[in-house]
């Protein structure tokens, strides 16, 4: 069975204190890792998708990397507008169909 | 700028009750979902659509049905809703039904007294 398990479920950072999220997967053949943003009262926004271990992309202040059985989103010197729910899904290569199987996500907030 | 627009935002309905979800997207994605969000459980999938003229069950379908309508527009229906059944769902949107990003709708909230 597919399954995404994100850590830790709440991160509490003060301005400029950089810090990693993690998101576990086990899955037959991954198609692809995503990584959205969510704010309070709103839908997720898509951030990044990797594909393959090695992968890195880049994005301000945010940078995912994806190894064979985790992805790390790094946030570098955040700041309090950073503060999101951030979620993790991995769509895997069975049954076909783009069905996403998501984590429960890490709560990020930014102290200034 | 619409992308995926979902009505209505917020729904109280009595045990029993049936309503339907609306979503339209204006991308000209082939492909539609249907998603709940429960607390500590992340998204789950209930319906998808991998192209017009299609539906497929997810993880969660039972208490629900979907309508394709046309290739903007994916429907979700809920017969008799249950109290299991109040959450937040999400009408998403993505080109193809494989290795595409999925964009997701502003959410509905339901709840089921």
């Known amino acids: 069975e597919d399954q995404v398990t994100q850590s830790p479920e709440a991160l509490r950072l003060q301005e400029g204190e950089s810090s990693s999220l993690n998101c576990s997967y086990t899955?037959?053949?991954?198609?692809?890792l995503f990584w959205y943003r969510q704010d309070p009262g709103k839908g997720p926004e898509f951030l990044f998708t990797?594909?393959?271990a090695g992968e890195e992309k880049e994005k301000e202040r945010l940078k995912a990397t994806l190894t064979k059985k985790e992805s790390f989103l790094h946030i570098t010197a955040p700041k309090p507008e950073d503060s999101a729910t951030y979620l993790c899904?991995?769509?895997?290569?069975?049954?076909?169909?783009?069905?996403?199987?998501f984590g429960a996500g890490t709560i990020l907030r930014v102290k200034s | 700028n619409a992308g995926v627009t979902q009505t209505p935002k917020f729904q109280v309905l009595k045990t029993g009750q049936s309503m339907t979800l609306q979503c339209a997207q204006d991308?000209?994605?082939?492909?539609m979902y249907w998603y709940r969000q429960d607390p500590g459980m992340g998204l789950r999938l209930i319906y998808y659509?991998?192209?017009?003229?299609?539906?497929d069950k997810g993880e969660v379908p039972n208490g629900y049905n979907v309508s394709r309508l046309n290739k903007r527009e994916f429907s979700l229906r809920l017969e008799s809703a249950a109290p299991s059944q109040t959450s937040v769902y999400f009408c998403?949107?993505?080109?193809?039904?494989?290795?595409?990003?999925?964009?997701f709708g502003e959410g509905s909230w339901l709840t089921v007294v």
């Open positions: 990797l594909y393959s």
């Open positions: 998403a949107s993505s080109r193809g039904p494989t290795g595409n990003t999925i964009y």
């Open positions: 899955v037959s053949g991954l198609r692809g």
């Open positions: 899904a991995v769509q895997a290569d069975v049954g076909g169909g783009n069905k996403l199987v």
């Open positions: 991308m000209n994605h082939n492909s």
């Open positions: 659509s991998a192209s017009e003229g299609t539906t």
